[in-house]
Structure formats: structure tokens, C-alpha cells
């Protein structure tokens, strides 16, 4: 029986390394060695209602903390400027439930 796997990060940058990866701009492409740049078309970017998913990451987050913080003094520049969350499960799961279209379209936008 498989398991699922959450690892949640704090990112105290601006997320531009993260943002890279995630992004995919043109020269600044980041990715990993064992990734399959032929699957690179399966990615998916999940509109927001803010319209945020259209601005770089790091944009998308400077935006955000203007909108949202309301307090007086300055934000500390170490502090915790995003979250990175990770769900998984096993291969031989994540590999059954892709073969699935609907079912992985269904968790995805569970997720």
C-alpha cells in the first residue's frame, strides 16, 4: 500500500531561484538532471483568481506581501517570504494515478 508525502519549506528570499524553475523563462530555464524535458509539456500552471499565476514568482510575491501586510514596522529581511509545499506519494502510485486522466485531474485540483 502506497503513502503520501508532504514537505512543507520556508523561503526567505525572493523565490527568484525557485521562480525560475517555476516560470520556465526563456535563458533561466532551471530544472533538474533526472527530469524528462520531453514531459515538460504536462506541466501545468492553475489560474489564480488574482491573475498572479501571469507575474514572474518573485513579483508575485513582493505583490502579495504589499496587499496583505498592514502593519507598521518594516518586514525583517530574513523573515519568511513564501512557502514551498511538496505533495507525493510513491512512484508505482503517482505512476497508477497519472494513468488515470480524469482521476489525476481530479487530485490535481484537489491539491
Same mark, same amino acid.
Given at each position: 500500500?502506497?503513502?503520501? %508525502?508532504?514537505?512543507? +519549506? !520556508? +523561503?526567505?528570499?525572493?523565490? &527568484? +531561484?525557485? &521562480?525560475?524553475?517555476?516560470? =520556465?523563462?526563456?535563458? @533561466?530555464?532551471? *530544472?533538474?538532471?533526472?527530469?524528462?524535458?520531453? #514531459? #515538460?509539456?504536462?506541466?501545468? /500552471?492553475?489560474?489564480?483568481?488574482? &491573475? =498572479?499565476?501571469? %507575474?514572474? $514568482?518573485?513579483?508575485?510575491?513582493?505583490? =502579495?506581501? !504589499?496587499? +496583505?501586510?498592514?502593519?507598521?514596522?518594516?518586514? =525583517? !529581511?530574513?523573515? %519568511? #517570504?513564501?512557502?514551498?509545499?511538496? $505533495? *507525493?506519494?510513491?512512484?508505482?502510485?503517482?505512476?497508477?494515478?497519472? &494513468?488515470?486522466?480524469?482521476?489525476? !485531474?481530479?487530485? @490535481?485540483?484537489? /491539491?
Amino acid at each position: 500500500m502506497g503513502f503520501a %508525502v508532504f514537505h512543507p +519549506g !520556508k +523561503g526567505s528570499g525572493a523565490g &527568484g +531561484g525557485i &521562480g525560475s524553475h517555476i516560470d =520556465r523563462k526563456e535563458g @533561466q530555464e532551471h *530544472t533538474y538532471p533526472h527530469a524528462d524535458a520531453a #514531459r #515538460r509539456a504536462l506541466n501545468i /500552471n492553475h489560474a489564480l483568481p488574482s &491573475g =498572479r499565476h501571469l %507575474v514572474n $514568482l518573485p513579483e508575485a510575491i513582493n505583490e =502579495r506581501i !504589499k496587499e +496583505g501586510y498592514t502593519g507598521k514596522k518594516a518586514i =525583517r !529581511k530574513d523573515g %519568511v #517570504r513564501f512557502l514551498s509545499l511538496v $505533495l *507525493t506519494g510513491t512512484h508505482e502510485d503517482m505512476i497508477k494515478l497519472a &494513468g488515470d486522466t480524469e482521476k489525476f !485531474k481530479k487530485w @490535481q485540483q484537489a /491539491n
